[in-house]
């Protein structure tokens, strides 16, 4: 799947979760930068999941820190 | 406890400037700093000096009853039970010293599985030191590299310890919600091992969980389903079998966890099987072969008990009509609880804030009643709750005698 449709879909998605507004660039973290708690973290990847009809365990969520790395993560299972 | 956990960071010099590897854990010392600081009895470090029965004991110094011990059929102080651990430790000793595969096996471990299979009717049952070491064990051992753990996101902690040891991918799903749970299962690549983990009642708030339509739904997804049935045990269920028979799907379940630490009364873990190949486990699963068996006092009690809990119809009875009391109690009060109506032996009050948690902790403690108090990250949703769990000895005026203890601290403290 091409990268820049794959980053707008997962921003919309980001959107009800971006409580403080934050602007979200390729190096935003998700739990230091966006302060996602672990219930938040469940409801984002299940919406990802959910949207692009992947599996992101928690082994994988352990690799992904910042916003890029979840797109680049993402693409790379949706293109399979 | 010691001061030193009072003290937060005071690093010492290492060579090469290396961190103080404790230094990590300075955030919790200043929360319970902060806890302490509002003049609370420290809620994790009560000393129980006397117990006198199952529902009685003198904890820092007042006589105190008991609601927070998960010794839901009162069987620790059964006089058959205690007789058949004084006999056990008089013949065999006080402890085995040595691994279940090794020296550790007594008759008395022989025979506890056996108890199991009987209360469970099943064909296989092993027996490990702990609840705790059964998950570890099992679900590690079961769901290996390239295979899938999805499981609730609630579970215990022991499930996702279990998770962590082995080399499954894991994949978590919303409390009780069978639609994600099945939607995860549909996106496992074809192929890979499956394994749905679920727990019959859920700890925290007492909630059961919707087990006839999820084990049904995650077998018609090929997965392989592990029950944990630690909080119904005895008398959830028509032979107290726990909640997968209760809703008639314990046929369908693979393998059922259970401990022997809440309605048998002592200590323990097992998990019990129709799988034709089970006892294979007692080779590789190395949570059950590095560690030393149970003494034999406690397989004793343990296998006295669990066939005490075959034939307990009035304690259930007594049980579920506490239960009932006490939610139905602590609602007219205007306490806030965990679930509608109660569904198990725990009844949780939800607290706004671990402030006001710890400061009812305090007063019921002060009122001489001991509850369980529950805070992040162990709780759901971060919530903080007193959890209270009922047990088959609390006599009807004992269960009167708590809400009236529950009216004057929650008044006292300002939750009610
Ligand atoms: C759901 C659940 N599973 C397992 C355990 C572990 O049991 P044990 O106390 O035997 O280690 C507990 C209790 O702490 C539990 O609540």
């Keep these: 799947m091409d990268r820049a449709e794959t980053d707008s879909r997962i921003r919309a998605l980001i959107e009800p979760f971006n409580k403080k507004n934050i602007q979200v660039a390729e190096g935003t973290t998700f739990s230091g930068d966006l302060e996602f708690d672990s219930l938040t973290v469940m409801d984002f990847v299940a919406a990802i999941e959910d949207e692009f009809d992947i599996i992101i365990s928690m082994n994988q969520q352990a690799e992904i820190e910042t916003y890029g790395e979840l797109v680049s993560a993402v693409c790379s299972q949706a293109g399979k | ?416």
Aim: hydrophobic share 45%; proline share 4%.
């Design chain 2, 1 to 416: 406890m010691s001061e030193g956990v009072a003290e937060a960071d005071q690093p010492i010099e290492r060579v090469g400037g290396a961190p103080d590897l404790m230094s990590k854990f300075d955030p919790v010392i200043a929360t319970r700093e902060a806890l302490l600081a509002g003049g609370v009895e420290d809620p994790f470090s009560l000393v129980m000096e006397r117990v006198l029965s199952p529902t009685k004991a003198i904890c820092n110094g007042r006589d105190t009853i008991l609601l927070g011990t998960y010794n839901y059929m009162g069987m620790t102080f059964d006089p058959d039970v205690i007789a058949a651990g004084e006999r056990a430790l008089a013949d065999f000793g006080s402890g085995t010293t040595g691994s279940r595969v090794l020296n550790g096996t007594y008759q008395g471990h022989r025979d506890v599985e056996d108890a199991l299979r009987e209360f469970y009717a099943m064909d296989h049952a092993m027996v490990f030191s702990t609840g705790y070491q059964a998950n570890l064990g099992i679900i590690s051992t079961l769901a290996g590299k390239g295979d899938y753990i999805v499981l609730d996101i609630d579970s215990h902690a022991s499930i996702w310890d279990g998770c962590a040891l082995g080399n499954a991918e894991v994949v978590p799903f919303r409390h009780n919600d069978t639609e994600a749970m099945v939607k995860r299962l549909k996106r496992i690549p074809d192929g890979a091992g499956k394994l749905v983990v679920l727990e019959g009642v859920y700890s925290m708030l007492g909630d059961v969980a919707p087990l006839r339509e999820m084990v049904g739904a995650a077998k018609e997804e090929g997965a392989m389903v592990l029950v944990d049935e630690a909080h119904s045990m005895g008398f959830i269920g028509e032979n107290g079998r726990g909640v997968a028979e209760d809703q008639g799907v314990l046929d369908e379940v693979d393998f059922v966890i259970g401990t022997f630490s809440k309605s048998v009364g002592t200590v323990g873990g097992f998990c019990v099987s129709n799988h034709p190949k089970f006892e294979i486990l007692r080779l590789v699963c190395r949570p059950y072969v590095f560690t030393a068996s149970l003494p034999p006092s406690v397989v004793a009690t343990a296998a006295t008990s669990i066939r005490k809990l075959m034939q307990a119809g009035d304690k259930r009875a007594a049980l579920w009509a506490n239960s009932k009391r006490l939610h139905a109690g602590l609602r007219e009060l205007g306490f806030t609880l965990g679930t509608e109506e109660p569904q198990s032996a725990i009844v949780a009050v939800m607290m706004p804030d671990l402030e006001h948690g710890a400061m009812m902790w305090q007063a019921l403690l002060h009122e001489g009643l001991y509850v369980n108090l529950a805070r992040p990250p162990a709780t759901p949703a971060n919530m903080t709750l007193l959890r209270c769990s009922l047990c088959a000895e609390h006599s009807e005026e004992e269960v009167e005698t708590i809400l009236g203890m529950f009216e004057r601290a929650g008044k006292a403290v300002g939750i009610i």
